[in-house]
């Protein structure tokens, strides 16, 4: 089978996040990069799909030059190769961003033949649109279930689980098809050492699409007016324990 | 110019975040007409008595819940309404159907909206990383399709609509292809950790699956749920259903104690709801402390053991 998983670049951000003077972007020149916790998943999720089934694995992302570094990730646990669609840091909306997958996943089909699955995480870290995989499915005319913290390959088919409060529901849905998947699907593997090596000469093929004009434009970005607290301390070490069940018997959770 | 929600509901009621939906839509568009929009059975046509709104519609649609379904009904209401918004919950299903509606309409869509200003284009704020940040945007659209982000405005009171219509909307084949076809209930009965009154949390601090020994007991002891970060759940040291985070549960507790936590913003986007947190940290620069109303500094494996004994000593246990 062939897998497809699409991540996305975004800063790590910790304690606190700091702007851009022109505060379109977070400042990030003291930080590292990731994709989203639901994005490492389908790379995972990809990665064990062909480890069973046998075929291969490809991730796509758009993004900066840069963004090499999350597709040597990938690659890194286990997927084949890469597609890079190389902007200039600029961000797309999701409409753009579906729209440029899916003119590479046309190229793929010319060349390459179809994929049988396309992976893509529930909502994106950093823009959270909700939307870029279901996207995709509609222009390439194939079912699209959200959400998934469970993926099974029976046959031609897929049976999918998503929570819905306590409980889970069921899908099932014949391949080809786009599932976007949740962080705790499966555990990530980290990579070994080896499998870095090996990332190192595994093909990226690059393109450079242009951006269209953004239909969901950003303007600006705000920090969020934080309740920053100063927090009231109770004490230092176990003496501090009475002071806590005081407190909690203040607060009225002591049953 | 006329405005469409669309609603969910539970057991026959509106959903609270459908009614915050209709709060923003109302608060939006004070002028125009709120209409919303519930689809499926019997239960849809029981919720839409308490939709306080001009016309509550139903789409009667049988059986589970199918995305492209809903998205059907709601592109032939909007289409026969003329109306040019499309509002939902920021829920599960509320932003799926919503990006289906956007994908057959050719329309962009925003997703967890915070707030809103009329105008060409409209201007909106949205939620980024969870909550972390927010972002000012324009949405150059004939048709507005936004979600409402959970708990951004307060719910409008469960009203009678002016109306209430059914009908059966034109559904292909396709709109029925991916659709609940099972559901596995919840084996667990303990406490969930999405409605525990009190979370005890631990972070990479408690160093061990076995460290968080410590954790469970004052849990126990407080009747609340355990809970965890990334940092715990990527080491394997407990399952991904305890995260509290941007990718894991959000919670709302009345007091969240979080243990060798140091509080990254992706973990506080989780915690943010609840009413008191209480930090137990040996750095006293750690980040948590600037959202912490309360804080002990020190080592978790001896502080935590402490406060337990403390509690068993004041309940003579
Ligand atoms: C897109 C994205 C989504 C994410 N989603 C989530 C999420 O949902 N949930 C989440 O939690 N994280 C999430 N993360 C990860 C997050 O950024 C942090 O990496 C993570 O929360 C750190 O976990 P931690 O606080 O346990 O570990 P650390 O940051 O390593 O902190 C450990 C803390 O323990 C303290 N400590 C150490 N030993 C002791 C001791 N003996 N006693 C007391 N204190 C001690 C230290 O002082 C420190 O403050 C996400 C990251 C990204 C990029
Ligand atoms: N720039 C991008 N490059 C590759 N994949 C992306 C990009 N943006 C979004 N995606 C994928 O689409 C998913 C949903 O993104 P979003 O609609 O922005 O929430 C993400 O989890 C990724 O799998």
């Known amino acids: ?255 | 110019m006329t405005v469409l929600v669309l609603a969910e509901q539970t057991g026959g009621q509106p959903d609270e975040l459908s009614l915050q939906a209709v709060a923003f839509a109302r608060s939006l568009f004070p002028d125009r007409p709120v209409h919303a929009l519930l689809v499926g059975e019997a239960q849809a046509v029981a919720a839409a008595a308490s939709l306080p709104v001009a016309t509550a519609y139903v789409a009667e649609v049988e059986g589970s819940y199918a995305p492209a379904a809903w998205a059907t009904a709601a592109a032939e209401l909007l289409d026969r309404l003329q109306a040019d918004s499309l509002i939902a919950p920021g829920s599960d299903r509320g932003n799926e159907v919503l990006a289906h509606v956007a994908c057959r309409l050719d329309l962009p869509f925003a997703a967890n909206c915070v707030a809103a200003t009329p105008g060409e284009p409209i201007r909106l704020t949205r939620v980024r990383w969870g909550g972390s940040l927010l972002e000012e945007a324009l949405l150059h659209a004939p048709i507005t399709i936004l979600s409402v982000a959970p708990h951004a405005v307060a719910a409008s009171p469960p009203g009678r609509p002016q109306a209430v219509e059914t009908f059966q909307p034109a559904l292909a084949a396709a709109d029925l292809a991916v659709r609940v076809v099972g559901r596995v209930e919840p084996a667990g009965t303990g406490v969930s950790l999405a409605e525990a009154k009190v979370v005890v949390s631990g972070g990479r601090g408690v160093g061990s699956a076995e460290g968080f020994a410590v954790i469970e007991e004052l849990a126990s002891l407080l009747g609340g749920a355990v809970g965890c970060s990334r940092a715990v759940t990527s080491a394997g040291w407990r399952p991904h259903r305890d995260q509290v985070g941007q990718t894991g549960t959000k919670i709302a507790p009345d007091l969240y104690i979080a243990c060798g936590i140091s509080g990254a913003t992706q973990h506080m986007a989780g915690c943010k709801g609840a009413k008191r947190i209480l930090a137990i940290n040996s750095d006293p620069e750690a980040p948590i402390l600037a959202s912490a109303d309360y804080a002990v500094i020190g080592d978790l494996h001896e502080i935590v053991p402490a406060i337990s004994a403390e509690i068993r000593r004041v309940q003579g246990r």
């Open chain 1, 1 to 255: 089978m062939r897998v497809l998983v699409c991540v996305k670049r975004v800063p790590m951000t910790g304690g606190r996040i700091v702007l851009t003077p022109d505060q379109r972007e977070i400042e990030t020149r003291h930080l590292g990069f990731t994709v989203s916790p639901h994005e490492e998943c389908a790379v995972e999720e990809a990665v064990r799909l062909i480890e069973t089934h046998g075929g291969e694995s490809v991730v796509l992302t758009l993004g900066p030059p840069q963004a090499e570094e999350q597709l040597r990730d990938a690659m890194a646990i286990g997927v084949d190769r890469a597609i890079h669609l190389v902007t200039d840091g600029e961000e797309w909306d999701p409409q753009a961003t579906a729209a440029a997958i899916v003119e590479a996943i046309e190229v793929e089909r010319r060349v390459g033949g179809d994929f049988d699955l396309y992976l893509f995480g529930n909502e994106s870290a950093d823009a959270g649109n909700y939307q870029v995989g279901i996207r995709v499915a509609y222009s390439l005319g194939l079912p699209v279930v959200t959400g998934v913290k469970a993926l099974a390959v029976e046959g031609d088919r897929l049976r999918l689980e998503r929570e819905a409060g306590a409980a889970r529901d069921l899908y099932e849905v014949p391949l080809p098809a786009v599932v976007t998947v949740l962080e705790g699907i499966n555990l990530p593997r980290y990579p070994s050492v080896p499998g870095r090596m090996r990332a190192q000469r595994k093909p990226i093929a690059s393109s450079t699409p242009v951006r269209p004009t953004p239909r969901l434009e950003k303007v600006r970005l705000v920090v969020p007016e934080s309740q920053r607290k100063e927090a009231e301390i109770l004490g230092h070490g176990p003496q501090a324990a009475p002071r806590v069940v005081e407190l909690l018997a203040e607060l009225g959770v002591l049953p």
